[in-house]
């Protein structure tokens, strides 16, 4: 599994009000959206693209389009919608499949309670998007489910992630092509399984508490 963590000032700058605990919702909510569209740059840096004709006002030229099928772009609900606008600013004519996922604060594991994906993901390229890479249980579902369904060339790209979390990720992922864009790497874990430093809880500060 190949792993990128970006460095740039402006992703940095905009990490830091995310995580404030000061920063309320709408301004948590567009900056998500910011850093995404931020990391969207990197993880779609091979996305496959085929030569296209065109002509300019001065001449005819060659150059290129993103191939068919169009890349698939997973939220995982609720956290991952936040990055939704963020990932189809830069991918526009990419589809949009959805898993609703949640973890059990006690045991940690993660419970799937939504689904609608194709059935069918061979030769898609899938973009995964969850900001929280904590334990990596939930992510490694979701990418387990792609690949079930034949997905063989995945990208993750989640706003903070762990060490803890990218060693499951790694035992899980395998040989497979995978590849995982963090905005940042915290620390690791504190009792309650969060990220320290991290932001604390990304759904809930997206969308408010509602259990
Ligand atoms: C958060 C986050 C990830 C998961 C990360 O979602 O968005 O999906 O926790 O934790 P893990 O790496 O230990 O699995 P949560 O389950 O809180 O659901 P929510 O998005 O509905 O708030
Ligand atoms: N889920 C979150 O939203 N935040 C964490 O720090 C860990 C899991």
Redesign the pocket.
Same mark, same amino acid.
């Given at each position: 599994m190949r792993v990128v963590i970006a460095d740039h000032p402006l992703v940095t700058h905009k990490l830091t009000v995310l995580r404030d605990e000061r920063t309320p919702p709408a301004t948590f909510r567009l900056l998500i959206e910011e850093l995404t569209t931020l990391l969207a740059y990197e993880a779609t840096r091979d996305v496959r693209v085929e030569s296209v004709e065109i002509t300019t006002p001065v001449a005819p030229t060659t150059g290129v389009r993103l191939s068919r099928p169009a890349p698939l772009i997973v939220p !995982? !609900? &609720? *956290?991952?919608l936040g990055m939704l606008e963020g990932m189809v600013k830069l991918l526009p004519t990419a589809e949009v499949g959805f898993l609703g996922?949640? &973890?059990d604060e006690t045991t940690?594991q993660?419970e799937t309670y939504a689904e609608r994906l194709p059935e069918d993901l061979s030769g898609r390229q899938c973009f995964v998007v969850?900001?929280?890479?904590?334990?990596?249980?939930?992510?490694a579902a979701a990418i387990q489910f792609l690949f079930d369904r034949g997905a063989d060339d995945v990208t993750a790209v989640c706003i903070l992630g762990t060490p803890e979390?990218i060693s499951a990720m790694r035992e899980m992922v395998g040989e497979h092509n995978v590849t995982l864009v963090l905005g940042a790497l915290d620390q690791g874990l504190n009792e309650q399984?969060y990220i320290v430093p991290g932001l604390g809880? *990304?759904?809930?500060r997206l969308y408010g508490t509602v259990d």
């Open positions: !995982i !609900i &609720r *956290a991952g996922m949640k &973890r940690l993660p969850d900001p929280m890479l904590a334990t990596g249980g939930s992510l979390g399984a809880d *990304a759904g809930d």
